[in-house]
């Protein structure tokens, strides 16, 4: 049975920084856990406006007093808008006992700290971009990748061209040696992983190791098993 502890019981002192993750790894780690829960630390209406999918929301003048409804199985990942209280929010978990947790120090920094790093893009791909734009006279600037959402980490993904007169609405840039690299706001929590190959047709194809969404195939059983294993 689960017991909490107090602060007395632990040998070490809390050390922040052995729990403090960065963007990439905050969105990584959330990717690629077999079993995760994402609780945001804002008010409800901050919340509201924007958070990630999934993500539960406990307020931190709550999150003391809610303690005991943590999870004692899986990872427990905070994020929210005040960096003292996420390290105050982290302690609590300390002090009490969990040992798997991680934190990064604000909601903006997280949707803010999307660099190159988030997309692996094949050095074939690299190629066949910058030869497509320099092909067109100069008319493309990069490429946008369509993010689909489906669940809250499930979705489809796309490319498409983006003309260098085009102003893409509501989307941030990433730079890249030759292009850029164009993707929504609400894509963001998805982009972490995607890789950008050539498919068998010379064509460019976005997938997302763990979040792509697959084609099923075989018996009906097949098929429901395939389900069931993807939500492990």
């Known amino acids: 049975m689960f017991k909490f ?22 969105f990584e780690k959330r990717r690629i856990a077999k079993k995760v829960y994402v609780f945001d630390l804002r008010s409800s ?7 990630l999918p999934g993500a539960h ?10 303690i005991y409804q943590m999870p004692f199985s899986g990872e427990i990942m905070l994020y929210g808008g005040d960096q003292k209280e996420l390290f105050s929010a982290a302690e ?3 002090d009490n006992g969990f040992e798997i947790f991680y934190f990064i120090d604000s909601y903006d920094s997280l949707i803010g700290g999307v660099d190159a790093s988030f997309i692996d893009i094949s050095q074939k791909a690299q190629e ?6 320099k092909d067109s006279a100069e008319k493309f600037q990069g490429i946008s990748i369509i993010i689909e959402t489906k669940t809250e980490l499930k979705a489809n993904y796309s490319i498409q061209f983006i003309e260098l007169s085009a102003t893409p609405a509501e989307k941030i ?18 982009l972490e992983g995607t ?33 069931l294993d993807e939500e492990v």
């Open 128 to 133: 066949h971009i910058t030869s497509f734009i």
């Open 92 to 94: 609590i978990l300390y």
């Open 57 to 66: 929301n406990l307020p931190f003048e709550n999150f003391e007093d809610s």
């Open 195 to 227: 890789e950008v190959d050539l498919n068998d047709k010379g064509e460019l194809e976005a997938f997302n190791p763990n979040m792509s969404i697959t084609e099923i195939s075989g018996s009906v059983e097949e098929q429901i098993q395939h389900v």
């Open 173 to 190: 840039s990433i730079d890249f040696e030759n292009f850029q690299v164009f993707v929504s706001n609400e894509g963001i929590p998805y």
């Open 5 to 26: 502890s107090d602060l007395s019981d632990k040998e070490e002192d809390f050390n922040a920084q052995d729990h403090l993750l960065s963007p990439k790894k905050f």
């Open 45 to 51: 209406e901050d919340y509201e406006t924007s958070h």
